[in-house]
């Protein structure tokens, strides 16, 4: 079974196959999008469908082994028959819910949407081509939206999954029995969030253009097209870059992906959004409108970050937003109905904590200027690396961590709870990973990246000071940060490598560390 939905979806991913040639025909007369958004669209929806990725998932989630024969054991099984209520135009979410069943053993019944016709049939006729016998597992059924009694039977399955509005959902959810497992796809929608690193004249025609595609893609009728671009902290003249920059890669992209067939009540609601933002604007409220009533495409750049009507079809508002802490008072209300949040233009935006006077402070002594803050955390870590040395060497707490480290087996005979004593050394040396942090975060800047930039050189002061010892971390330490000084003093693009060579140099020579620890 396996190896038959991995060479329909092999098929179903190659453009040239006959299933994606008959489907790119079919679809636009029977949903109204355009044949070349259906081309450009099945091809991102379905270039990354693969038999291997159908195989990988399986092996990820359900633990069943994937091979040539889609043999192996596993304790996820599916229910005898599964119910699924399709909803909206797009064609991949239509094979997705197809194929999910039947890759854990339930036959499936469908129900097609009103706005494709079209794509469930084309999925059962190539199931069916490969396997004859999978492929009478898979019945289309389609019925008026009216007859109670027809949904009411359809509904009886093991298992229901439906997609489309939250009304809809409400209303079957309240013709569904227990014990009826039902599986629900209500209304989603998309933003896309942009940092000030986006607007820069550089990048943003390019970013301009990946975002215009995310929109045009499907008419924005998928929920992971974005409905509105919130841009955090820009300034005016930014959000009018951004604004006019899209609106223009809008106006391209229609020449290559026109709009399909824009229903009335779609059309209706476009133009009174247009015309409502056009009022405002005349009132003085700072909006700027680009795409004239003529234009397929319109794009509003608000002066609030306030949530507005979203039209589809291609009709995108840009809100500002002071901070991000603004973005949960404009999404509140839709947070449960987000699906996906486009992220660019938030690169490394570095911090530090302030020192106050200290970080200018110095000492003059024989002519050199020393900095009051370095000598202070010197200080503050020979402290604490003394008390730590005195804790563990001389007290009966550091004679229990040190039995515990060796032998937790022999511990608890001795009535010590080793779960305990973990307990207490994490939270000591998350309290000594805060401290260091902060005197880290004083001298210099850090970002979200910090830590893994550190993890190597600390790994290597370990191991040079060698491992069990207090005092050889810190002499490590003394090394490799002064031969990295000593380096940049050379070659100021290359100071840590000679500190990492100078590890090299002592691991070779001293394999055990310049210190040995106390047993």
Request: aromatic share 6%.
């Amino acid at each position: 079974m396996l190896d038959a939905l991995a060479q329909v979806l092999d098929r179903w991913s190659e453009p040239t196959s006959k299933v994606r040639l008959s489907l790119e025909a079919a679809l636009p007369e029977a949903t109204g999008f355009s044949r070349e958004v259906v081309r450009v669209g099945l091809a991102h929806a379905l270039r990354d469908w693969t038999g291997e990725a159908l195989r990988a998932l399986v092996r990820r989630e359900l633990g069943r082994d994937a091979g040539p024969r889609g043999r192996g054991r596993s304790l996820v099984g599916g229910f005898d028959t599964t119910s699924v209520l399709l909803a909206g135009a797009l064609p991949s979410p239509t094979l997705l819910a197809i194929v999910a069943p039947l890759a854990v053993g339930s036959a499936v019944l469908v129900r097609p949407s009103s706005g494709d016709p079209v794509t469930p049939r084309v999925v059962a006729a190539s199931i069916a081509e490969v396997d004859p016998t999978l492929g009478e597992c898979v019945e289309v059924v389609p019925f008026r939206a009216g007859d109670l009694g027809a949904l009411d039977a359809f509904l009886s399955a093991e298992c229901v999954v439906a997609s489309g509005s939250d009304a809809t959902i409400s209303a079957i959810a309240a013709r569904i029995r227990p014990p009826t497992r039902f599986v629900a796809y209500g209304h989603r929608v998309s933003v896309a969030l942009v940092g000030r690193g986006a607007l820069a004249s550089s990048v943003l025609p390019e970013f301009c253009q990946r975002l215009a595609l995310d929109i045009v893609l499907w008419d924005q009728l998928g929920c992971l097209s974005p409905l509105a671009v919130y841009a955090v902290a820009a300034e005016p003249p930014g959000l009018d870059d951004l604004a006019a920059g899209l609106a223009s890669a809008l106006d391209q992209a229609e020449h290559q992906l026109p709009r399909g067939h824009v229903p009335v009540a779609g059309a209706a609601a476009f133009a009174r959004a247009r015309a409502e933002a056009e009022v405002r604007a005349a009132a003085g409220r700072g909006l700027a409108i680009h795409g004239g009533p003529g234009n397929p495409w319109c794009v509003v750049r608000e002066d609030t970050g306030e949530w507005r009507e979203a039209p589809l079809y291609r009709f995108v508002r840009i809100h500002p937003l002071s901070d991000l802490e603004g973005l949960r008072t404009a999404l509140g209300a839709l947070a449960p109905h987000l699906a996906a949040v486009a992220i660019e233009g938030f690169g490394a935006d570095p911090r530090h904590i302030p020192a106050g006077g200290l970080a200018h402070a110095s000492l003059a002594l024989g002519g050199l200027s020393i900095g009051v803050l370095p000598i202070l955390i010197l200080a503050l870590s020979v402290a604490l690396f003394t008390v730590l040395q005195l804790v563990l060497m001389h007290t009966r707490f550091g004679r229990i961590v040190r039995a515990t480290a060796d032998n937790r087996d022999v511990v608890r005979l001795m009535g010590v709870n080793p779960s305990r004593v973990y307990n207490v050394v994490m939270g000591l040396s998350l309290a000594l990973a805060s401290v260091a942090g902060i005197l880290l975060a004083m001298r210099s800047a850090f970002t979200p990246y910090s830590g893994v930039e550190r993890l190597l050189v600390a790994f290597e002061v370990v191991v040079l000071g060698g491992l069990g010892t207090f005092w050889g971390a810190m002499v490590g330490g003394i090394i490799l940060g002064v031969a990295e000084l000593v380096g940049l003093r050379f070659d100021p693009n290359a100071g840590p490598l000679y500190a990492h060579l100078l590890f090299l140099v002592g691991v070779l020579f001293r394999p055990n560390g310049l210190f040995r620890a106390r047993t």
